[in-house]
């Protein structure tokens, strides 16, 4: 389990992003900055979202953790891109998101053309000496050596951009959300973005975009940072299953995040489980254990008849010892 730090103290951030990176929570502890005894504050003086969002997660990444963070913000077309990076305090320090509203309301006020995008960049920051590895293909490395200035420390960054484009009413509209999203309209769904539900607004926000977008590298990063069992090893571990007994049966219900999550806290605290697919279930073992083990980032180690061994090394209860 990774210990992954959410580089934000904006509560409705952090549960956006938690609830949207959910699909792969079974590898990922998520801490938010109190968790790590950072009570500072953070200055977000880059020049652009990019840079604003490794300011962020260069953070974590200074007291050695792997820092994630999203800087965003609202583009209008006929302001040049304003308020841009500083849509947070678009009506000066301290301010509230009405305050923000209010003035970008005034500026707009004899304006026709309204048009403007929600703009939301993802990064991560990962120390060098982290056994987190990145791909070298995704990574920038100009935001890494920016990054490592910024906290002292050598690091490597990926960054991830969404967008979504909509316009800017006259007046706000709907009493869900944050920020600027009473006033913007999204065409498609006829709502502003305040008028949406949860589920609605994440299937097309800018945030949405980009955390697919991240969730697509997370995935690879752990796809390639895993081990490939040698077969000595396999032949190790399937002698060792002969003697552990079948913990997990996989019913009528099929195989679930639930069971997901239940699997990989197991192969947590014991690196191999057994389990096995009852007759009432669609799946057949084989079927059900290459499908856990990717959602989970473990080995299949042997299938037989309706039972399937697997293997995850577990990096705080290491217990089983590979030659």
Known sequence: MYKIVLA???????????????????????????????????EEDGESYEENSVIKSSVPASYGYIGIADDSGLSVDVLDGAPGVYSARYAGEHVTYTDNNEKLLKVLENEDNRAAKFVCVMSITVPTDSELKLPAQL?????????????????????VRGECHGTILRAGRGSDGFGYDPLFY???????????????????????????????????????????????????????????????????????????RQIDAALEARELIKARVLQNSDYTAKDAANEIASAIGADVVSVIGSKFVLYKESKENKQIELN
């Open 8 to 42: 934000s103290r904006n509560k409705n951030k952090i549960g956006e992003l938690r609830e949207m990176l959910a699909a792969v929570s079974g590898k990922i502890d998520f801490l938010s900055l109190d968790d790590i005894g950072f009570e500072g504050d953070i």
């Open 139 to 159: 990574v920038d490395e100009e935001l890494s050596a920016y990054a490592s200035k910024r906290c002292g420390r050598d690091v490597k960054v990926i960054t």
């Open 186 to 260: 999204f065409e498609e769904a006829g709502k502003t973005f305040a008028e949406m539900t949860h589920e609605e607004k994440n299937a097309v926000s800018h945030r949405g975009a980009a955390v697919s977008k991240f969730i697509d590298v997370l995935k690879l990063i752990f796809k390639e940072e895993k081990k490939v069992l040698t077969s000595k090893q396999r032949a190790s571990l399937r002698s060792m299953a002969n003697g552990i007994d079948t913990i997990f049966q996989i019913g009528k219900g099929g195989v679930t995040d639930e069971i997901c």
